[in-house]
């Protein structure tokens, strides 16, 4: 049976989801920003939270862990490299492991640069695809404790999956990340739509997100750093792409 997913927010602008195996009844929280948001999630949808799993280390993606495991005794599952930073870990899980949720299989895919070691979360099945802050719709997390080469590196690994595979976050950034990328390609057209699809949205109070990985390739520039006329765009023609991605980074800090 196919995963079914609920989306919700937490904190400021934290989006929160449950993954769930109807056919085990297993469900699990993808991060924990706090408690009580994700209590409501499995109030409205009927699900028993038997396990989190958790991006990186970063507060707002754990401050609802240790409330939820005092109460569910759920399982919690997070990236070898910063485990030492998330409270109440049971599993840990490198590249290329298996992370199952009852009969839902996925596969992690570590993706230096915001943080150290965070683990993307790829159920390949299910087409879905748990970004945490690595990649935003139409943005990317900041570049925190990685270099700017190996977050590039993190994009191209996302870049690959297939298109029709469904992009969470961690954050509803997309109507901001989609001002600034129109300054590196104004003449975007497809980006354009997306911006007039992601004003609709907002204006009548939905999520911008999942998106797909194949629009993020023709729309994100993060993931568009080796394409000439994004170089051009930021006076880097012939520069290495890690090069322009770093600029393109460094210009959304700045924005
Ligand atoms: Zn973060």
Redesign the pocket.
């Known amino acids: 049976m196919p995963a079914q997913t609920h989306l919700f927010m937490c904190l400021k602008d934290n989006f929160g989801v449950l993954l769930h195996d109807p056919g085990s009844g297993r469900t699990a929280a993808i991060d924990a920003p706090e408690a009580a948001p994700v209590e409501a999630a499995l109030k409205a949808t009927g699900w028993k939270l038997t396990d989190i799993l958790v991006?990186?280390?970063?507060g707002?993606?754990t401050g609802g862990i240790e409330e939820l495991k005092g109460r569910y005794r759920c399982r919690v599952v997070a990236p070898d490299g910063e485990a030492g930073g998330i409270p109440e870990v049971d599993e840990t899980v490198r590249d290329g492991d298996t992370v199952r949720v009852g009969a839902l299989e996925g596969r992690v895919i570590v993706t230096p640069g915001?943080?150290s070691a965070?683990s993307t979360l790829y159920f390949p099945a299910d087409k879905l695809v748990f970004a945490?802050?690595t990649l935003f719709s139409i943005g990317c997390?900041?570049v925190?404790e990685g270099t700017m080469a190996q977050m590039w590196q993190s994009m191209l690994k996302l870049r690959a999956l297939p298109d029709d595979t469904m992009v969470h976050c961690?954050h509803e950034y997309t109507l901001a990340n989609i001002r600034f990328a129109k300054t590196i390609e104004p003449d975007n057209k497809a980006l354009a739509e997306r911006g007039d699809e992601v004003k609709r949205l907002r204006g009548a109070g939905k999520f911008t997100i999942p998106a797909t990985i194949g629009a993020e390739k023709v729309e994100n520039p993060f993931l568009r750093a080796d394409l000439p006329e994004v170089a051009k765009s930021v006076g880097l023609s012939g520069s290495p792409a890690w090069k322009v991605f770093a600029e393109i980074r460094e210009r959304k800090n700045r924005f």
Request: hydrophobic fraction near 5%; avoid cysteine.
């Open positions: 991006t990186h280390h970063h707002d993606h915001h943080t965070p945490g802050d997390g900041r925190i961690g």
